[in-house]
């Protein structure tokens, strides 16, 4: 559990990020449709002054997690295709729910997303209230759960298949259908 002082250090931090959106960033995110509204809907923003603990993301895209008790966590995204790994972390951090807000909003419908750039476009862009799962590791035994009042939940996987035969994207979405 983070403290009130955690809390306030990321929402901090992703605020400066947001004002920080570099060109190549805003790039990165109009080339997947996310426009620099819904990009500051989602305090999305660039690691150029990082803050403490964040200094092996300079230059990427900063992605916050936002709860109704404010920001719990920030990932990192790299914006080019050479940078490995493509995503990193704060050291300790676990990892829930990407956009847990959409829970709270009054629907019958919501999607479930492998990332959260898919999140963001569903929810902000298309108007589906939509959670991300960073991957199928990443899906809890708890999760199902927050979804028993739906109607109907839509679930988006991608297609990527790795280079020794698996499809991650559709292990996590049939592990999430069998889970609901």
């Not at 956009?99 to 959260?116: P, Q, R, W």
């Not at 679930?155 to 020794?164: G, R, T």
Request: net charge neutral; aromatic share 8%.
């Amino acid at each position: 559990m983070l403290s009130a002082e955690q809390k306030k250090l990321l929402t901090e931090s992703a605020e400066r990020y947001s004002k920080s959106l570099t060109p190549q960033a805003l790039s990165y995110l109009e080339a997947r449709g996310i426009t620099q509204e819904v990009a500051s809907t989602f305090l999305l923003g660039s690691v150029v002054e990082p803050s403490a603990g964040h200094e092996h993301s300079v230059g990427r895209l900063s992605i916050p997690y936002i709860t109704p008790a404010g920001v719990v966590g920030m990932k990192f995204r790299a914006i080019d295709n050479e940078t490995t790994p493509k995503y990193l972390y704060p050291t300790g951090q676990k990892v829930g729910l990407f956009n847990v807000n959409d829970l709270h909003k009054h629907s019958d419908v919501i999607a479930i997303c492998e990332g959260e750039i898919d999140a963001i476009v569903l929810s902000g862009l298309v108007g589906i209230p939509a959670v991300g799962v960073a991957g199928v590791s990443q899906w809890k035994p708890h999760f199902p759960k927050l979804f028993q009042s739906y109607k109907q939940i839509f679930i988006f996987a991608d297609n990527d298949i790795k280079q020794d035969g698996r499809n991650p994207g559709q292990e996590l979405a049939k592990r999430i259908k069998e889970d609901l």
